[in-house]
Nanobody, 127 residues
Framework: QVQLVESGGGLVQAGGSLRLSCTAF????????MAWFRQAPGKDREFVAR????????VYADSVKGRFTISRDNGKSAIYLQMNSLKPDDTAVYYC????????????????????WGRGTQVTVSS
């Protein structure tokens, strides 16, 4: 009865930008650590970025640092991922996740650190 829903994916040319959104429905996820992961066909699910409960701490994978920005709006129970300078290697299904087990200042970068997941949104970057 709790659902995370991603949106904003699509097809973009290399060098372009997209902004992903993830909204929680059914209950409030404010102050939970949250994160973005991605998974390309045939690959493991990969950490992209995470954000602490009130947004004071953010952590990025080296592969996206300087290009992607994670943010949150706790009043809307939402997190966002602004993706700039997109590359074909960024092509994947992007998932948002929330960790209800940690305090607001906590967080992790493994799939096992999160207990709520969205169904994902496809991002395709063409050459």
């Amino acid at each position: 009865q709790v659902q995370l829903v991603e949106s904003g994916g699509g097809l973009v040319q290399a060098g372009g930008s997209l902004r992903l959104s993830c909204t929680a429905f059914g209950r409030t996820f404010s102050r939970y650590p949250m994160a973005w992961f991605r998974q390309a066909p045939g690959k493991d699910r990969e950490f992209v970025a995470r954000i602490s409960g009130v947004g004071l701490v953010v952590v990025y994978a080296d592969s996206v640092k300087g290009r992607f920005t994670i943010s949150r709006d706790n009043g809307k129970s939402a997190i966002y991922l602004q993706m700039n300078s997109l590359k074909p290697d960024d092509t994947a299904v992007y998932y948002c996740a929330a960790d209800s087990t940690r305090p607001a200042y906590g967080g992790g970068s493994g799939t096992y650190d999160y207990d709520y997941w969205g169904r994902g949104t496809q991002v395709t970057v063409s050459s």
